[in-house]
Structure formats: C-alpha cells, structure tokens
C-alpha cells in the first residue's frame, strides 16, 4: 500500500526566510508519480507540479525547488525568499501508476505560516 | 489548460434533506471521477472513485447509499449526499483525470463547504 508522511504539521518563519517541506513515502511500485499542491484558506488545491519516479532531476520554478531522491524515499519543497503570500497549507501526494483508477494519496499537510 | 468546475461553492442544509454536488470538466473527457471529503485541518480523504458509465467504488467505511456518486457522461459526475446530518458538514472536492492521456494529472475541482444545520 502507499503511504506519504509528512512529519512536520505547521512552520512558522519570517518573511524573506527559505523554507524546506518535507515529503517521505512508500510505495512497492517502480513506476509512480509525486506531486505537491498548495490550498490556501479559500479551499482550491493549487498544483505545483508532478514528477514521475524515473525522472530524479532537482526542479527549480522561480522561489520554487524540489529535490526527489528515490535512495531515501524522499520529495522536498524548498522555498526561498519566502513570502506572505506563500502562507497556506501544502500536501505532497502519491499516484501508483495502475491505470484508469490510479489514485492519490495525500500526505497530512504541513501548515506554513510566513510572517511579514 | 484543464479546468473542473464544482458547484455549488457552499452550501448550507437542514438536516435530513439531500445535497447534489456537481463537478464538470470543461474542456477534457473525465473518464474517472475521485471524490475527496476534507475535515478541518485534516487531509484529503478519498471516498470513491467512478469511471464514466459505470458504478462508483468507494473507499472503506464510506456509505455508498449515503453518498451517491452518478458519472453518466464523459463531462459530469455528481455526489448527492443523501438524508444528510450535522456530521457530514466538510469540504468535498471532487478531482478528474483522462487516464487515457499519460501526461494529464489530476484536476481537481474548488470544492464544496457544506454546512449541515
């Protein structure tokens, strides 16, 4: 069965601090995806990206990088710079690929609070 | 890029009556359907997943005659939460994908605060 843990339940830093979220799963699968999605208060999950476990490549998006390493099972976020408007609560997600019905498992979120 | 459109945003029922909850996806064919209830301060628990014309599969512990799940076509699936009570006040959101385009992810709709009084 998969399984995505999120250790940490709320950070809270200063405006401009760099901040690491950590994702750790499980899964028996070879081939499989991992995503982050950010909600904010309002509700909607915003998707940040996916990448899928034959791609090991470190992504950077503006603020935004992940590091995926498959030898510790492990999907970091890392935002730089962080700012106000980052505050929200993040979900790192995992999606065994078994066809039409793949479906994803959420970690249990890690609320980030950035003070200005 | 693919957009799921969930209506209502929020919605507030006396208990025992029934809720629908729609979600379409406007510009690509759902071919599975996954309805998610979130708790506050909770994660997203998936309830059911449904493909287009056939029964929904729903997760352990949830009620299928409680949480009518229809996926008659290829663009709209509904959740009619049935006889409803204060216990099932959550956010439900439902998320679609098109399993036959391997690139597609999961889009998932703006949800649904229901509010059961």
């Known amino acids: 069965a998969q399984k995505v843990t999120q250790a940490q339940t709320e950070i809270s830093v200063v405006e401009k601090e760099d901040v690491t979220l950590d994702c750790v799963y499980e899964t028996r699968d070879t081939t499989y995806y991992l995503f982050w999605y950010k909600q904010p208060p309002s509700g909607e999950l915003v998707f940040l990206i996916r990448r899928n476990s034959f791609d090991e490549q470190n992504e950077i998006s503006g603020r935004y990088s992940w590091n995926f390493q498959k030898s510790t099972s492990s999907f970091n976020f890392t935002i730089t710079a962080s700012q106000v408007v980052d505050s929200a609560v993040y979900f790192c997600?995992?999606?065994?690929?078994?066809?039409?019905?793949?479906?994803?498992?959420f970690g249990k979120g890690i609320t980030l609070s950035v003070r200005p | 890029g693919a957009v799921v459109s969930q209506h209502p945003s929020w919605v507030i029922c006396k208990s025992g009556t029934s809720v629908k909850i729609e979600c379409r996806s406007l510009?690509?064919?759902?071919?599975?359907m996954f309805w998610y209830r979130q708790f506050p301060k909770q994660s997203l628990m998936l309830m059911a997943t449904s493909n287009e014309g056939s029964k929904a599969t729903y997760e352990q512990g949830v009620e299928k005659d409680k949480f009518l799940i229809n996926h008659a076509s290829l663009t709209l699936s509904t959740l009619t939460v049935t006889s409803a009570h204060p216990e099932d006040s959550s956010f439900y959101i439902c998320?679609?994908?098109?399993?036959?385009?391997?690139?597609?992810?999961?889009?998932f709709g703006s949800g649904t605060r229901l509010t059961v009084v």
């Open positions: 998320s679609a994908r098109d399993w036959r385009q391997v690139t597609y992810g999961y889009t």
């Open positions: 510009d690509f064919q759902a071919t599975t």
């Open positions: 997600a995992l999606s065994e690929y078994t066809g039409a019905n793949s479906k994803l498992t």
